[in-house]
């Protein structure tokens, strides 16, 4: 059973920076992508960065680009979504996602974890 545990969400000022964790179990994760996305109130949910757990090639929403770094350690099974440079349009539940190969569409991840909020103040 795989199991998504995000954590490091909080209330941060524009222009400041946070790093989201989501500690990944239940298997191993050759071959699956890892994805961060992100859900504003009233909006639908939407990609924001993801990367391949083997290889590490990596993908951004074109409105994180530039401020944002996904990355993993293997050795803890976790992927890490560093945010840099943060605006009050980035506030949203983050949510961590998993599947077999790449997509950027979330109807298309089978494993997600519970959210965790980011609120980002002008």
């Known amino acids: 059973q795989v199991q998504l545990v995000e954590s490091g969400g909080g209330l941060v000022q524009a222009g400041g920076s946070l790093r989201l964790s989501c500690a990944a179990s239940?298997?191993?994760?050759?071959?699956?992508?890892m994805a961060w996305f992100r859900q504003a109130p009233g909006k639908e949910r939407e990609f924001a960065a993801a990367i391949r757990w083997s290889g590490g090639s990596t993908y951004y929403a074109d409105s994180v680009a530039g401020r944002f770094t996904i990355s993993t350690d293997k050795a803890k099974n976790t992927v890490y979504l560093q945010m840099n440079s943060l605006k009050p349009e980035d506030t949203a539940v983050y949510y961590c996602?998993?599947?077999?190969?790449?997509?950027?569409?979330?109807?298309?991840?089978?494993?997600w974890g519970q959210g965790t909020q980011v609120t980002v103040s002008s």
């Open positions: 239940g298997r191993t994760f050759s071959g699956y992508t």
């Open positions: 996602a998993a599947r077999v190969g790449a997509a950027f569409t979330p109807t298309l991840y089978e494993y």
